[in-house]
């Protein structure tokens, strides 16, 4: 993880982290200062004032996702039922300044950024990133130059089983087959099908919750 604080944060170059499956990665550019001691519960010492950030010209933040493997040698893999949580890039300061191109390549991250004048903090966490705006004010900026990019679409040089695609489930209720009122009790009540997700299946209709 990369982490640059301090009144005037000028990326220039490269800010990077890795991110895998069993842990993800974070770039946190802050801007901001005047730090002052404060009492919401414990002691704790908050920068009170935003800064400046820009990102210059052909600066890169990059968010590579790197293979993994376990004490056995073996890939780590993660499938749809596994808990994950996302990449973070996070931008702050009174100025942000995305100057023309610049670049933020982070498959499957969140990008947040947020020009604000005085930096606010989750409660729970006295380092924490701002997550709550106050008013507006008229001298945060947040400029974003011709030729940007940001780019936070995912990877295609992962493989997945096609067995992903099919669901197998048991019509129990009168839930799923809300949409085939006849078979309620017909044949399909209390039978085992198995469906493909890519297609409609008209005897159950919606199937959204199935993915």
């Known amino acids: ?48 004032v935003g800064g400046s950030l820009v990102l210059g010209p052909d600066s890169r933040i990059l968010m590579a996702p790197t293979a993994e493997v376990d004490a056995n040698g073996a890939p780590r893999t993660s ?3 596994s808990s994950f949580t996302s990449s973070r890039i ?54 974003v130059a011709d030729g940007v990019l940001i780019d936070v679409a995912g990877t295609q040089t992962e493989t997945l089983s096609v067995a992903r695609n099919f669901v197998t489930t048991e019509l129990l209720g009168n839930s799923d087959l809300r949409d085939a009122p006849l078979q309620k009790d017909g044949p399909l009540y ?12 008209p005897i159950l209709g919606d199937t959204s919750a199935y993915l």
């Not at 990008?111 to 966490?125: I, K, L, T």
């Open 90 to 143: 996070e931008l702050s300061g009174r100025s942000i300044d995305l100057q023309s191109g610049s670049k933020i390549v982070a498959p499957g991250a969140q990008v947040r950024a947020r020009a604000e004048v005085v930096p606010e903090y989750e409660p729970s966490r006295a380092n924490a990133v701002p997550t709550v705006f106050d008013a507006a004010d008229t001298t945060a900026r947040l400029t």
């Open 190 to 201: 209390r039978s085992r099908v198995t469906f493909d997700v890519r297609q409609s299946v």
């Open 1 to 48: 993880n990369t982490t640059q604080v301090g009144r005037a944060v000028n990326q220039n170059g490269l800010s990077s982290a890795n991110t895998g499956v069993s842990e993800n990665g974070a770039v946190f550019l802050l801007a901001r200062n005047k730090v002052a001691a404060t009492n919401t519960g414990e002691l704790t010492k908050r920068a009170t």
């Open 79 to 81: 499938t749809d039922n």
